[in-house]
């Protein structure tokens, strides 16, 4: 079976959680066939203060920063992805980076200039000087789709629709499916929104640059209006569509994927619930 990891600082707490809440998981539909689909939430006793809510969501992902975080940019330009960009050219190239980007690429000649590049890349993005095309979007899930319901309205669908949005917070994540596998680098755009009744959090990709086609992450907090003895349900939901998936026999191990996922959302839940713990 392929064994598919989602690597992330959530996967390495400890194995005796402190954090004693039931969590359920649940797979949800699956809207296409390179799609994993989970949902899972826990019942936290009592409300919990929207200034704890976004200091502890989300879990992955961190504000897009000036520089490149030094423990990042170790992995990114590891021996292996660095082999990897130095062999990068317009004809050929592990990277998903626009052809005008590769042309650019294939004429750094030196380390440093590739490394330069390649952060200059994302900055790029971030000040709307390069626009995700046709192709990079074909399997970005849109608002018709109709694939979230709890937070479903009019902030989520320019999250989905317009990206990127000109408002919302540019964010950045870090992680290595495998270790087989480069690490990937994820730039997404996140806003904090009411919708249904529901507090939420969702988080949308713009680009990666390995493997990913596109992640939707939403978060719903709804807390029951039982004055006497008030509970808040904390819930996430990712849909991950994976350029892996798109070969038959990769399809035919997808349930290995589908468990990873499962896993990553059950120990982000973990970690909002110590989050909590620690902020009450």
């Not at 000036?66 to 062999?87: H, N």
């Not at 540019?170 to 529901?198: C, D, K, V």
Request: aromatic share 10%; glycine share 2%; net charge positive.
């Amino acid at each position: 079976m392929l064994k598919f990891i989602f690597v992330s600082a959530a996967l390495f707490l400890a194995s005796a959680q402190i954090f004693a809440a039931e969590i359920s998981i649940e797979r949800m539909r699956e809207n296409h066939d390179q799609e994993i689909a989970t949902r899972g939430s826990f019942v936290w006793d009592g409300i919990v203060a929207e200034k704890t809510l976004k200091a502890c969501i989300p879990q992955e992902s961190i504000p897009f920063p000036q520089t490149l975080p030094k423990e990042w940019e170790a992995k990114i330009f590891d021996e292996s992805p660095m082999e990897a960009l130095m062999k990068c050219t317009r004809r050929d190239c592990a990277f998903n980076f626009s052809p005008k980007e590769l042309a650019q690429l294939e004429k750094a000649k030196s380390p440093d200039e590739r490394k330069k590049l390649y952060w200059e890349f994302y900055k790029r993005r971030v000040a709307h000087k390069e626009k995700t095309d046709d192709e990079s979007a074909r399997l970005f899930i849109r608002s018709k789709d109709k694939a979230f319901a709890d937070c479903d309205g009019a902030e989520f669908h320019k999250l989905l629709d317009q990206r990127p949005v000109a408002n919302p917070t540019y964010r950045l994540s870090h992680i290595q499916y495998n270790p087989r596998m480069r690490p990937t680098t994820r730039l997404l755009q996140g806003e904090w929104f009411s919708a249904n009744g529901n507090l939420c959090y969702a988080e949308s990709l713009l680009f990666s640059d390995h493997y990913d086609a596109e992640r939707i992450e939403v978060w719903s907090v709804k807390t029951d209006p039982n004055k006497s003895k008030p509970k808040t349900k904390i819930q996430l939901q990712i849909r991950h569509r994976v350029d892996l998936l798109n070969t038959w026999l990769r399809r035919l191990n997808k349930e290995g994927v589908r468990v990873e996922l499962d896993d990553l959302i059950k120990s982000q839940l973990e970690q909002v619930g110590e989050c909590f713990k620690k902020k009450h």
